[in-house]
């Protein structure tokens, strides 16, 4: 149905202790744009042999860019800052050709990561150790200070998804090197071009060899390999709760950070501003065709609101643009056939169970169209589960009460919006929402990127953001001086 977006096919190889190299097996993993499934590329696929060499290689190199100055790590970032916004327009189109997402949107996600990685190193240059004096606890005289550091992890596997190719990947490998750690990246298979492109843009800017490697292969083939490795020192992962959850019942004793799925609601309580409320959640649900972790993924409305809330809702459903990337829709084909036939069975649920059907519920090929329900109950899956499509419905409640008991009842807790004029109630919503974060009269996202992020129940482990990644993937160090007095 969608022509190919132009542009010519690509080979990428891996970097390994500082070289680009192919995979010696000779197989290559073809690449397919949601874009009228035309090739755009291919990376190897790596053997075990060249996986263990990937990891040896960092494991080595970060005995040296340990004790690498700070000040000179944060120069390495800054170039790769600057790297990237000069290249921000190649890698945006390769981005559309291999992902599906506008242009605009792919440009805005690189400049968005230059500045993440600026961020990062002026965060690592202003951060302090502690000295903590021995006598504030019982028992102990004035003879004892502990001097507290921080030291790197290790090696660092760091696991990207394919919707954000370049953010999600840079705002795990800029935050390990700083911190003295080297890192092995492992891209999403579609999404491997731009993650091999930002290997490129590190390398160029001057990580050393081995500092920064890359492994392709496709997770279900390589994944249970690489995160059992015995030299990965931590695991940060970005992806689906099914695959965070396997990797962390088959691993012991690595830390581990993960960014999961979620099922972000968007709680609209009587006093709302209903245009603030309906053009927040129309933006936060559909935009990249709903493919965000944080897409507003159901509307809890109070009923009192329900109808005038619909109506603006629906207008604005009705203005979204849809169709091909190139031309800046914000609904684009789905990442693969495979997803949009999981949002269409989430669909078909929800009308076999007398949901109302306002728009959308439509389809071709990957092409998922805006889709709206309205009256959908608990006994339907789309008030449970993550479609990752542009798929909106809306739960009609009674009060707040009962829309914080169903916002809870969620396997998921990563973020959750309140709209209300009345700061009292947004902070007793907020207060009883068991997510990450809750937004007040905004939709559900995860900038400005220094902010905490993070998500409870299946939603992921520890806390992301620039500085808290760096804590993440370093350790206190504490060094204790005994006075002789
Ligand atoms: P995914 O299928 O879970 O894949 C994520 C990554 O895991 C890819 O690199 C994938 O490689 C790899 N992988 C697959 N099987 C593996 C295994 N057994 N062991 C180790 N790694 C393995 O997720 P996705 O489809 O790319 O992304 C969509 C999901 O990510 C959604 O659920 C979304 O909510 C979530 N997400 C969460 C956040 C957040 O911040 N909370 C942000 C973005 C996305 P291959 O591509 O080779 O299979
Ligand atoms: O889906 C992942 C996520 O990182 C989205 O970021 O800022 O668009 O909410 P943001």
């Known amino acids: 149905m969608f022509s190919c977006i132009k542009g010519k096919e690509l080979t990428f190889k891996n970097l390994v202790n500082g070289e680009w190299t192919s995979s010696e097996s000779d197989q290559f993993i073809e690449i397919y744009s949601p874009i009228g499934n035309c090739l755009v590329g291919k990376v190897p696929a790596m053997t075990k042999e060249e996986v263990d060499f990937a990891i040896k ?17 944060a120069e390495i970032l800054y170039k790769a800052a600057d790297l990237l916004i000069e290249k921000a327009d190649e890698m945006s189109s390769i981005m559309m050709r291999e992902i599906g997402k506008d242009k605009k949107s792919c440009e805005s996600e690189i400049l968005r990561s230059a500045d993440y990685i600026r961020f990062t190193a002026d965060t690592a240059k202003n951060l302090s150790g502690e000295s903590i004096p021995g006598d504030s606890f019982p028992g102990f005289k004035k003879n004892k200070i502990s001097v507290v550091t921080r030291e790197p992890l290790g090696v660092v596997l760091a696991i990207s998804p394919f919707n954000y190719p370049v953010n999600l990947a840079a705002s795990k490998i800029a935050p390990a090197l700083i911190a003295g750690n080297s890192v092995v990246l492992k891209p999403a298979t579609q999404g491997s071009l731009c993650g091999l492109y930002l290997a490129k843009v590190f390398e160029q800017a001057g990580v050393p060899a081995g500092v920064l490697n890359t492994i ?3 997770g279900s083939v390589i994944g249970d390999y690489i995160v059992k490795h015995p030299d990965v020192d931590f695991i940060n992962f970005t992806g689906s709760t099914e695959i965070g959850s396997r990797i962390s019942s088959i691993t012991s004793m690595v830390p581990l950070l993960m960014e999961l799925g979620g099922k972000d609601a968007a709680i609209v309580l009587e006093d709302a501003d209903l245009d603030v409320a309906a053009s927040n959640i129309v933006a936060g649900a559909y935009s990249y065709s709903g493919q965000r972790c944080t897409a507003v993924k159901r509307i809890l409305v ?9 109506e603006k809702v629906k207008a604005k459903v009705e203005a979204l643009k849809v169709g091909n990337p190139v031309d800046g829709a914000d609904v684009v084909p789905l990442i693969d056939m495979k997803s949009a036939d999981f949002v269409w069975e989430l669909i078909e649920d929800a009308k076999a169970k007398g949901a109302k059907l306002i728009l959308g519920g439509n389809r071709e090929e990957n092409l998922i169209y805006p889709t709206l329900f309205d ?27 009962e829309a914080i008991e169903i916002a809870n009842k969620s396997e998921y807790g990563l973020q959750s919006s ?24 905004n939709k559900t996202e995860r900038g400005p990127d220094h902010f905490p992020f993070l998500g409870v129940k299946a939603s992921g482990i520890g806390t992301q953001g620039i500085r808290y990644s760096i804590e993440a993937m370093s350790r206190p160090k504490a060094t204790v001086i005994n006075l002789n007095r």
């Open 57 to 73: 290689s960092a494991d080595e190199a970060q005995k040296a860019w340990r004790n690498v100055a700070v000040n000179k790590r």
């Open 216 to 218: 392709t292969g496709r």
């Open 302 to 310: 109070v009923d009192k609101v329900a109808d005038k809330l619909l």
């Open 375 to 401: 009256n959908v109950t608990t006994d339907m899956r789309l008030a449970w589960e993550e479609p990752f499509g542009p798929v909106l419905p809306i739960i009609r409640v009674k009060d707040k009460d």
């Open 418 to 441: 309140v709209f209300t004029e009345n700061i009292n109630e947004a902070f007793y919503v907020a207060d009883r929402l068991e997510v990450g974060t809750v937004q007040v009269n």
